[in-house]
Structure formats: C-alpha cells, structure tokens
C-alpha cells in the first residue's frame, strides 16, 4: 500500500535554530497538508498546498513557517528560528483530490526544541 | 467556527466489551466526517467515514452513523480487543474548507487489558 514517508522520525533542535521536516506524498497525489500535534493536545491543521502554492492557511501558520516542493516529490516544511512552543508532533498528509476522501497521514516528525 | 468535541479519556475496558466513544459536532452546511486511529508510535490512519446524514461508516468491526439531528458521529465496536488500544480522533470536513483541511477533535486514548 502507498505510504507518505516522513523524516527524520525525531529531530531536537536548539531555540533560534532552523529545521525542515522532510515528507515524501503519494506519487499521485496533488494535495498536501502539514498538520501539528503538541503532546496531549488535539491534532491542529497548519497548512494546505496545491498546484505549487498555498491553499490555505492556519493562524499558527504565521511568517516562522514555510513549505516548498523542490522536485517533484518532496514536500517540506521549514521552521525559522524555532521556539520552545513549536516542539511538538508534525504530520504531513497527501491527498489525490480535495478534501479528505482520500487523505493519508505519515508516521510524523517529533520535533523536541531544546 | 467548525469544531469537533470527543468524550474524555482514558477510557479503559476489558477484552470483549462494547465500546462507545462520542463524538459532536458544530459545522457549517454539511459536512463529512471522519474517525482516525493512532496506534503507538504510528501515524494518523483513516478507521472509517461518512459522507452524508444517515450513513454508517465501517472497518474492522467498529462503525458510526453520521446523525445530523443530533451532530453526532459515536464510534462503536461490540467486542474490542487488546490489538484495538490506541488513540481515535473524530474529525470532520466541509466544502467550505477550500484547502480540504480537516479539524479534528481532542483524541480519546482507549486501552484494552486481556
């Protein structure tokens, strides 16, 4: 079965630094999503991408965060100057047509900012 | 604001027992809905949907009714086993998400003991 491939599994990072998360979607895919769980809370949507832009946007989604599909199947998430707050659980997801009929989640990112 | 509301965890049963989780929500129009199972260590995986009022969604025995005049979505199993301790998110999905984002409620942690 198709998987969305995340890495790495686990990153730590000192505050101020810089990280991606990395994903691989589904080859056919053409919707990508970047969702957050901070431990023990609830799942949180960050940001959806279609046809190399922004779909739409969370309210956390503010100018610290990125996305970018360099080729033609990476889709990454980029952080600047990481604070404490932002260490939490980060999960991408593909989907073959809007909306979540079709979505599929990967493993996700621990993101520990130190 | 479209949000989603599960019953508190843990919620702790023995192996065979009938499990319910609630699951409410607040939406604008119609929207689809969704339960996602976190099994330790592992991503988010889509466990069933519904699509429209009055449908059951269903997978590996558990199943829930899309109801509209209760804004309800209760996940049941009639007999769980230990295998099925994890963590289940009720989310949903609307049309007027443009992005396909879904929003998922808090998660309920179910643990199951031989």
């Known amino acids: 079965e198709p998987e969305v491939t995340q890495t790495p599994s686990h990153q730590v990072t000192q505050m101020g630094q810089e990280v991606i998360l990395r994903c691989v979607p589904i080859s056919n895919h053409l919707y990508f999503y970047w969702y957050r769980q901070i431990l023990g809370q609830k799942v949180e949507f960050l940001v959806s991408f279609y046809n190399n832009e922004i779909s739409e946007k969370s309210e956390i989604f503010d100018d610290q965060f990125s996305v970018e599909r360099p080729d033609g199947s990476n889709f990454t998430l980029k952080i600047r100057s990481t604070k404490l707050e932002d260490s939490a659980m980060y999960f991408c997801a593909s989907s073959e047509a809007r909306g979540a009929y079709g979505y599929t989640f990967g493993s996700g990112t621990r993101l520990t900012v130190v | 604001g479209d949000s989603v509301t599960q019953m508190e965890g843990p919620v702790t049963l023995s192996e065979e027992a009938f499990l319910t989780i609630n699951c409410t929500y607040t939406a604008t129009g119609y929207p689809s809905l969704f339960w996602y199972v976190q099994y330790p260590g592992e991503g988010l995986q889509l466990l069933l949907k519904?699509?429209?009022?009055?449908d059951k969604g269903s997978n590996k025995g558990f199943e829930a009714t899309y109801r509209k005049e209760t804004t309800s979505f209760h996940l049941e199993k009639g007999s769980v086993q230990v295998s099925d301790s994890a963590v289940y998110f009720c989310a949903l999905t609307t049309i007027y998400n443009q992005g396909g984002k879904l929003i998922f409620g808090q998660g309920t942690e179910l643990s199951v003991k031989p």
């Open positions: 519904a699509t429209k009022a009055d």
